[in-house]
T-cell receptor, first 115, second 114 residues
Framework: GDSVTQMEGPVTLSEEAFLTINCTYT??????LFWYVQYPGEGLQLLLKATKADDKGSNKGFEATYRKETTSFHLEKGSVQVSDSAVYFC??????????????FGKGTLLTVNP | DGGITQSPKYLFRKEGQNVTLSCEQN?????MYWYRQDPGQGLRLIYYSQIVNDFQKGDIAEGYSVSREKKESFPLTVTSAQKNPTAFYLC?????????????FGDGTRLSIL
């Protein structure tokens, strides 16, 4: 079945460090890919998305490129801030017959950024 | 401001008791979803609804029930048949044009067993 695998956390960085959170997927067909962020005590927010190969999603300094050849969608940020501390989820939906189908999530990666 | 409101934030259930979690949205979205989040796990889909008066089971619907009598409301009942209900429950919504791409979730309800 379809699945998403994220690097296990927790990830601890110092402020202004470079961030990479790896995400790979297994899917039949052509998925759309997403990164969601969950701040402490809150629900999830859509951070960025990419709907086809080689697309780059970006938001708030975060970027991820849809790499079909490596089935990956790694999240990157050049300089993290304390306020980026959160849990990050990679997710996918499949497009079947012109419609998207059920969002499948990875297990999440906890990021802690220290001042 | 538009958004999704879940209540209560914390809920305690006694053995053999049914409890209902509220989810209300004022975004005029057609689709609504319920997810369960357990520590170290991704989100798992319980139920979803694409339109009023219609809903479908997700991956882990056993022990749960829902209704969708109004567009803005999608309450989830955790029944006594759900043997391991302790979890964080998240509600989400999306417009029909962005089905399965919820932009925002509610802030969740944390359910615990007494």
């Amino acid at each position: 079945g379809d699945s998403v695998t994220q690097m296990e956390g927790p990830v601890t960085l110092s402020e202004e460090a470079f961030l990479t959170i790896n995400c790979t997927y297994t899917a039949t067909g052509y998925p759309s890919l997403f990164w969601y962020v969950q701040y402490p005590g809150e629900g999830l927010q859509l951070l960025l998305k990419a709907t086809k190969a080689d697309d780059k999603g970006s938001n708030k300094g975060f970027e991820a490129t849809y790499r079909k050849e490596t089935t990956s969608f790694h999240l990157e940020k050049g300089s993290v801030q304390v306020s980026d501390s959160a849990v990050y989820f990679c997710a996918l939906t499949l497009n079947s017959g012109g419609s998207n189908y059920k969002l499948t999530f990875g297990k999440g990666t906890l990021l802690t950024v220290n001042p | 401001d538009g958004g999704i409101t879940q209540s209560p934030k914390y809920l305690f259930r006694k053995e053999g008791q049914n409890v209902t979690l509220s989810c209300e949205q004022n975004l005029n979205h057609d689709a609504m979803y319920w997810y369960r989040q357990d520590p170290g796990q991704g989100l798992r889909l319980i139920y979803y609804s694409q339109i009023v008066n219609d809903f479908q089971k997700g991956d882990i619907a056993e022990g749960y029930s829902v209704s969708r009598e109004k567009k803005e409301s999608f309450p989830l009942t955790v029944t006594s048949a759900q043997k391991n209900p302790t979890a964080f429950y998240l509600c989400a919504s999306s417009p029909r044009a962005e089905l399965w791409q919820p932009q925002h979730f509610g802030d969740g309800t944390r359910l615990s067993i007494l």
